[in-house]
């Protein structure tokens, strides 16, 4: 259109030229119909920028210079031709600073729109891994109201749940839903789930910060969990059941007649050779009758059911400082009062363990064992020995049954080490 509307132009001027033939229009001179060529010029910079511009500036100058070649090389005054050149370079010029104009428009509406479909883009992306993350998510605004759910959420906890708080939607108090509890979810079929619950807060001013809770079910890992926790509880207890069995069969039945034994071979009044004799059996008699009382002692302290804990801990720490040669120090605080018998026999289990260790593994020169039975039994095991990294992965059931057992009697061990600084072994039970 625009080469033709320049074509039509340029005829018209060669018009207007020849039917005047040198005479003014109403006191404008001809040459300045020429002028008419601004029309095309800026809607092919309107139209395609600076490119376009250029591109018709230099075809319509063109068509000028064919123009006085062809038509007006003997009659084309300097007047006429200086005329139409000046319109021309103006045009020009008017038309190239509006084509860059038009650029410069479009490449900023082209950044802006580029950046628009990026954003859109990335908005698509973060919908798609919110909505496929299999584990139900929940945006919450400042004052826990739901104000997004994902598909997972949805299907969790109704469409009912959106525009609700949400601890009310999960029955729970207002504090409660934080990082790390374990909530149980009924889901909308019914079905009771536990859900680890992780929140964080997401977006920087603090009234307009939305928090995003991320429940993980974890239904399967804590039926689990407790069932292996039941177990071990049902295989601790028969081992327990079965030392104590076998400690009073041997206490009732062996240790009995090896006791009787002696005192006979004590009162049999014999004399000469015989009497040596018999003096030697009663020796072996009665050192069989000790090791039978250690070993008595090591499956299940009598004293540990008959006078507690802390006579049964002095016991034990006496038979390590003679086995070992390594001085122990028991120091115990707090009011003599008995805690439950579960709880002082998982205590003792775990001294005795934390002590074999120390025998076993620690080349220890002083060992400190702390009792304190206030609000709740804190038992420290401390050695000055050649300690471990306890991160490591070890080999041996010690330390696990240790924590195992304190986790069934409600407690926990924590054990701090340091290679060439020693180990401590803390142990907090409740005393019921
Ligand atoms: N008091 C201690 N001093 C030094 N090392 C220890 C101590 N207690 C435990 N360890 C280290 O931790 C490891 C694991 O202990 P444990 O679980 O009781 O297994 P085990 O005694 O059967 O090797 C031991 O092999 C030892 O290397
Ligand atoms: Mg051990």
């Given at each position: 259109?625009?080469q033709i ?11 207007t ?5 040198g005479?003014d229009?109403?006191?404008v ?8 060529m ?9 139209g ?5 511009a250029?591109?018709?500036?230099v075809?319509a100058?063109?068509l ?17 031709v200086s ?11 008017s038309?190239?600073?509006?084509g ?9 509406r082209?950044?802006l ?19 496929h993350?299999?584990s139900?998510?929940?945006v919450t605004?400042a004052s826990g109201?739901?104000?997004e ?7 969790l ?8 708080p ?8 207002s ?13 909308t ?6 859900f680890?619950?992780s ?16 429940l993980?079910d974890?239904t399967?890992?804590?039926r ?9 509880a049902g295989v601790?207890?028969a ?13 009732d039945?062996?240790l ?6 002696t ?14 004799a018999?003096r030697?059996?009663r020796?072996?008699a ?5 090791g039978?009382r250690r070993l ?8 540990l059911?008959d ?8 016991q ?32 003792y289990r775990?001294a ?8 076993r ?9 702390e009792?304190?039975?206030e ?27 240790m ?11 924590t ?18």
């Open positions: 259109m625009i509307a320049i074509l039509a132009i340029m005829a018209l001027h060669v018009l030229l020849r039917s005047l033939d005479r229009l109403a006191g001179p001809t040459p300045l119909t020429s002028n008419l601004l029309i095309p010029l800026l809607y092919a910079a309107v395609f920028g600076t490119r376009g250029v591109a018709t500036s075809w100058t063109g000028f210079g064919l123009h006085w070649a062809l038509f007006y090389v003997q009659t084309a005054s300097n007047e006429h005329i139409e050149l000046v319109g021309m370079v103006v045009l020009a010029a038309s190239v600073v509006v860059r104009h038009v650029d410069r428009e479009r490449d900023s082209g950044g729109e580029s950046a628009l479909e990026r954003l859109a883009l990335t908005e698509t992306r973060y919908r798609d891994l919110f909505d993350q299999p139900p998510v929940v605004d109201v739901v104000v759910l994902n598909a997972a959420g949805q299907s906890l109704g469409e009912g749940a959106l525009g609700a949400l601890h009310s939607v999960l029955g729970a108090g504090d409660e839903l934080t990082t790390g509890r374990v909530w149980t979810i009924r889901a079929d019914g079905e009771e789930r536990l680890l619950v929140a964080h807060r997401v977006g920087a001013p603090a009234r307009r910060a939305l928090t995003q809770v991320v993980v974890v399967e890992q804590s689990r969990l407790e069932l292996q926790r039941a177990l071990t601790l207890r081992q327990e059941e079965e030392r104590l069995h076998l400690a009073r069969e041997l206490h039945d062996p009995q007649q090896l006791t009787y034994l005192r006979v071979l004590d009162d049999s009044g014999l004399a000469g050779g015989t009497r040596e018999v030697e059996a020796r072996i009665n050192g069989a009758a000790v039978l008595i002692r090591g499956l299940r302290p009598p004293v059911d006078l507690g804990l802390l006579p049964a801990l002095r034990l720490v006496s038979e390590v400082q003679e086995r070992t040669g390594v001085t122990v120090e028991l120091n115990a605080v707090g009011p003599e009062v008995r805690p439950a018998p579960e709880i002082e026999l998982a205590a775990i005795q363990e934390a002590l074999s260790n120390v025998a593994h620690a080349r220890a020169t002083r060992v400190t064992v009792l304190a039975v609000d709740q039994l804190v038992l420290t095991v401390a050695d000055d020995g050649r300690g471990f990294a306890p991160g490591r992965r070890t080999a041996g059931f010690g330390l696990a049954g924590r195992e057992r304190a986790t069934l009697a409600g407690g926990a061990v054990v701090r080490s340091q290679v060439g600084r020693g180990t401590s072994v803390t142990l907090a039970l409740p005393v019921r």
